[in-house]
T-cell receptor, first 108, second 115 residues
Framework: SQQGEEDPQALSIQEGENATMNCSYK?????LQWYRQNSGRGLVHLIL?????REKHSGRLRVTLDTSKKSSSLLITASRAADTASYFC????????FGGGTRLMVKP | GAGVSQSPSNKVTEKGKDVELRCDPI?????LYWYRQSLGQGLEFLIY????????KSGLPSDRFSAERTGGSVSTLTIQRTQQEDSAVYLC?????????????FGPGTRLLVL
């Protein structure tokens, strides 16, 4: 079953701009993870944020988690054309459950 | 080090035929997962193996789907009597343990097309 739901479904920006994607989920979690999927490729793990964390940084990525609103956001700063991909959020459990993803296009 | 590998990368088959998809997890990872991703859709969980425990088959869509994991390592997903709606990318992932808070590492997937 799908639990994470990303928003927006598609996002198109110019290189250098920031991209913000949101994820909402329904039940309690221990952690939330963001993944990137380039066209025709497997999923790549980006960042994991635990339920007791509110914000986490990794390079140009910033993830926030609001457990009261059951939502998370992924911010990519100073976007590059290579950031063009689909981004998924996933919540924990013995298996991860994924939303439908946000398709990000960064135009050079 | 080597990541999760899957084979074949692409498979075209005719409706009604059986297919086998293979997954080689990262060495030492005890948990292995199979997912399916239809075009433009999110990931759909299929089956989960953890060590020697009985697999969690709750995501398998029908009894035409089965999976094995031999020796706690390589896994094979078998689809019998394939249907056109089975066309999708089949992704395998492994993690060090099956407990919460473990990152899953995904393979490149097998793209299955049923004609």
């Amino acid at each position: 079953s799908q639990q994470g739901e990303e928003d927006p479904q598609a996002l198109s920006i110019q290189e250098g701009e920031n991209a913000t994607m949101n994820c909402s989920y329904k039940t309690s979690i221990n952690n939330l993870q963001w993944y990137r999927q380039n066209s025709g490729r497997g999923l790549v793990h980006l960042i994991l944020i635990r339920s007791n964390e509110r914000e986490k940084h990794s390079g140009r990525l910033r993830v926030t988690l609001d457990t009261s609103k059951k939502s998370s956001s992924l911010l990519i700063t100073a976007s590059r054309a290579a950031d063009t991909a689909s981004y998924f959020c996933a919540t924990d459990g013995n298996m991860l459950t994924f939303g439908g993803g946000t398709r990000l296009m960064v135009k050079p | 080090g080597a990541g999760v590998s899957q084979s074949p990368s692409n498979k075209v088959t005719e409706k009604g035929k059986d297919v086998e998809l293979r997954c080689d997890p990262i060495s030492g990872h005890t948990a292995l997962y199979w997912y399916r991703q239809s075009l433009g859709q999110g990931l759909e969980f299929l089956i989960y193996f953890q060590g020697n425990s009985a697999p969690d088959k709750s995501g398998l869509p029908s009894d035409r789907f089965s999976a094995e994991r031999t020796g706690g390592s390589v896994s094979t997903l078998t689809i019998q009597r394939t249907q056109q709606e089975d066309s999708a990318v089949y992704l395998c992932a492994s993690s060090f343990g099956g407990v919460n808070q473990e990152t899953q590492y995904f393979g490149p997937g097998t793209r299955l097309l049923v004609l």
